[in-house]
């Protein structure tokens, strides 16, 4: 037990990092009305959650070197812990967002390259790559427990007592931390200002402008911001690809950076050089993709769930439930794989399977939730992602030696939470400007009188909210219409919204069968069993 008491306070850290986003999921309707705030808020609060950890993960990666990882973990953990207090006791949004989208993910920049160092720093060998698969395995449970452990709570008591709990757990981290080994000590460098600013401003712009989108469009303008009465949309170009535009050259700027850095013997935020790794730079890949399309699913299906079937929170945890078992289960028969099978080809058997269960999920989706074929597809989604959790994080850190891990691990932690930014971000924007063409072609293709077509058209201009379908009919007899016509409303709106999640998901299709390109660097060979040969060799 004694072996396995690090992974098991890593892993603890791990499981509260993950549960988070899980959690407020699985909570978005019943924490919009508790905040008298709108889906659209949320999927702000939750990109932001993630792209507050990417554009501060390696800066947290530094820090790890500079403090020691040990030290940069229990830092990370009380930042954390101090977070989700305050997320607990948010009165609104702002405060939420402070709490929770800014505090705890400055809190996760220190801790989870720290995990994934000191992981590095205490075991060896097979049990290195164990260790890094309980820790997936981990990931899985905290998935497979969110949405459980979010719906009973936040239906039965209160979403907040969710956050209460992680600080408890956090400061159980924190007292057990004595039994980490931090092996590698402490680099004494200076942290260059500019790469930390360019790094973290070349990715706002480039999401932020991702989350607009469905509000400003992605190259026409749509409903561009108004500044004294003007529109902003520089040469009639949607800021959307303006944002996009200047976060690309700043992160260019960054990468140029970082080279003059090494070139005149100072200390980068991140040695560029690594991305010539084949294997790193596939495993990276491969691993931001798998967040982008875990996060567009944990942030559209609650959506459908919730707001299209009209099921609480606990239901919704219920059936995303399948998803989560098969994660964990696919994650262990992963790593029983490893011994046998390439990383390769346990990676693209899991990409596979993910595409297989998108396209089935694409038919579960109906008015009435075929809910047998809806169970496989979540099944089938969380063994392929079980399966890539398995792999990608031993990959990625077999790739160099033990004084560069902390450096991939915040490598990691970009990929992981950049992959999530965007993955909310884009199929999020894609739901809603989905959502509000279709219900806009709607409306004007019915049978409805033409000025009740009209006004609809006007009150809807700036977009469409994402609210529960069987609300319509009364926010349509509110504005006035007649009971019919507001139940054909609510009937344009509940098969807009099907038609916008069908879209979305086809959106998570193109992504899976895009990362299968990005594994041609994964290793070809079993990774335990040539660690095991250079052992051999070098023992003779």
């Known amino acids: 037990m004694r072996k396995w008491s690090v992974v098991i306070v890593l892993g603890s850290a791990q499981f509260v990092m ?40 390696l800066l947290g990666a530094k820090l790890g070197d500079v403090w020691g990882r040990r030290r940069a973990f229990v830092i990370g953990s009380c930042v954390y812990a101090l977070g989700s207090l305050l997320t607990a006791v948010s ?178 935020l991140v040695h560029i050089e690594m991305f010539g790794i084949r294997q790193l730079r596939s495993g990276l890949s491969v691993l931001g993709a798998q967040y982008a ?26 059936k995303i439930f399948p998803l989560s078992i098969a994660l964990i289960l696919f994650s262990v028969l992963g790593t029983m794989l490893s011994r046998f099978w390439s990383p390769r080809r346990i990676v693209r058997v899991g990409q596979v399977i993910l595409v297989v269960s998108s396209l089935i999920l694409l038919g579960a989706v109906t008015a009435d939730l075929r809910s047998w074929l809806f169970g496989i597809g979540m099944f089938l989604a969380g063994g392929a992602l079980g399966l890539l959790a398995s792999q990608l994080g031993n990959v990625n850190m077999s790739s160099v030696g033990e004084k560069q891990s902390s450096e991939v691990g915040g490598l990691q932690g970009v990929f992981q939470n950049l992959g999530s930014s965007l993955g909310t971000a884009l199929i999020g924007s894609i739901l809603i400007g989905a959502l509000a063409t279709s219900f806009a072609s709607g409306v004007s293709s019915s049978s409805l009188p033409d000025s009740v077509q009209s006004t609809v058209q006007e009150r809807t201009n700036g977009g469409v909210d994402i609210v529960p379908a069987d609300s319509v009919q009364k926010i349509g007899e509110d504005a006035g219409l007649s009971e019919s016509d507001a139940k054909t409303l609510e009937s344009i709106y509940r098969e807009s919204q099907l038609s916008s999640l069908r879209i979305s998901i086809f959106g998570l299709i193109v992504i899976s069968v895009g990362s299968l390109a990005l594994s041609r660097g994964i290793p070809t060979q079993v990774l335990g069993r040539k660690r095991e040969e250079e052992t051999e060799k070098t023992v003779s």
């Open 18 to 57: 993950v549960l988070d986003g899980t959690v407020m999921n699985v909570s978005i309707s019943t924490v919009v009305a508790d905040l008298h705030t709108t889906v659209a808020a949320m999927q702000a609060a939750i990109t932001f959650y993630t792209l507050t950890m990417a554009a501060f993960m």
């Open 91 to 268: 009165p609104n949004i702002e405060t939420l967002f402070l709490g929770w989208s800014v505090i705890e993910g400055l809190g996760a920049v220190l801790v989870i390259p720290a995990i994934a160092a000191l992981i590095a720093d205490n075991y060896r060998g097979h049990d290195r790559i164990t260790a890094y698969a309980i820790i997936g395995a981990v990931s899985g449970a905290a998935v497979a427990a969110g949405p459980l452990i979010g719906g009973y709570v936040t239906t039965y008591l209160d979403w907040r007592y969710v956050f209460v709990s992680e600080v408890v757990i956090m400061a159980i981290v924190v007292l057990f931390s004595r039994v980490v080994r931090d092996a590698t000590g402490r680099t004494k460098s200076r942290i260059d200002l500019w790469s930390v600013l360019l790094s973290a401003f070349g990715l706002v712009f480039v999401v932020y402008g991702m989350l607009q989108s469905k509000t400003w469009g992605w190259l026409i303008p749509l409903h561009s911001p108004v500044i004294g009465g003007v529109p902003i949309n520089p040469f009639g170009i949607s800021l959307t690809a303006w944002f996009m535009l200047i976060g690309g050259v700043l992160l260019f700027l960054f990468a140029r950076r970082q080279r003059k850095l090494a070139d005149s013997g100072r200390s980068p």
């Open 293 to 318: 399309v875990t996060a567009g699913l944990f942030f559209m299906v609650p959506v459908y769930l919730q707001m299209t079937l009209g099921l609480d929170a606990l239901s919704t945890g219920l």
